[in-house]
């Protein structure tokens, strides 16, 4: 068996070990241009040249929860892709956007101001039913986020494309119940994954739907957000703050007005930082089940035409 390996993202070497311990028979290495041909290839935005190269491949493992980096290229039409579920990015998630939540809610970041001042200044307390947390996107990790908040009693809302019902949470779906889920969503999280049609989706107008005072949390895509109808809406005190983790250039330029921006927090991509061990554990399980004769849907996986493109 033979694995090749790409992530410029990370030291390869580890994974490389893990893989080799796995499968001590396989030719396990990192993919170079001209490698020969692999039965399993395990990428984070791989270029072109890798899948043109390898459409043999018995399957194509994406190191992260989205696809968006595959799907712009073209994918070899008959190779099955499996992207990371959950992997321990879940309870990282939900750790984070809980956090986020009670921040925001509690005016923490005031508070912590204050108390680098020297200043003694209780807030009113505000109401809970006024702060409607609503997700968008509700696979495994908009799902495990929603149970994580479900705990502190906030309203809760969930947006998705098609219906789904989700005890606890207020749920809507689809570009028509699209404006009343803004409405209401007090703070918003985007979960969605990015797809010709969620491009963009964080515009003026869905930001300026949302309640005066509203806060956005965006930990899916930067190019889910038009920059600039933030600034605007944040600006024009619509909303009361945001915080990214996720940018359309990473990182984030060092000029970008999000840096400064006072009611802007900027995270470095680290919401849900891929897992070694567990990914890998996930992907290894799947290469055992595949090569016993399993059926790559009957684990996750997906081909080119299922997805469109
Ligand atoms: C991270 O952004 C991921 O898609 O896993």
Known sequence: MRIVFHDL?????????????????????????????????????????????QPQLKALFNIAAGVDALLKLKLPAAVPVFRLDDAGMAVQMAEYV???????????????????????QQRAPRLRQDFAVGVMGLGVLGQRVLGALHAFGYPLRGWSRSARTLPGVQTFWGAAQWPDFLRGSRILVNLLPLTPETDKILDRRALMSLPVGGYLINVARGRHLVDEDLLA???????????????????????????????????????????RRESLAQIIGKIVALEAGALPQSLGGWVRTEVGY
């Open 9 to 53: 993202t990370v030291e390869p070497e580890p994974w490389l070990a893990e893989l080799r311990r796995a499968f001590p028979q396989a030719t396990v290495q990192s993919w170079q241009p001209g490698a020969p041909a692999a039965d399993y290839a395990l990428v984070w935005a791989p270029p072109q040249q890798l899948l043109d190269e």
């Open 98 to 120: 809980c956090q986020a939540v009670i921040r925001f809610y509690r005016e923490l970041d005031a508070v912590e101001a204050d108390s680098r001042r020297g200043l003694w």
């Open 233 to 275: 809406v944040l600006d024009s005190g619509h909303l009361a703050g945001a915080l990214l983790d996720v940018f359309q250039q990473e990182p984030l330029p060092a000029d970008h007005p999000f840096w400064h921006h006072p009611r802007i927090t900027v995270t470095p991509h680290t919401s849900a930082r891929t897992l």
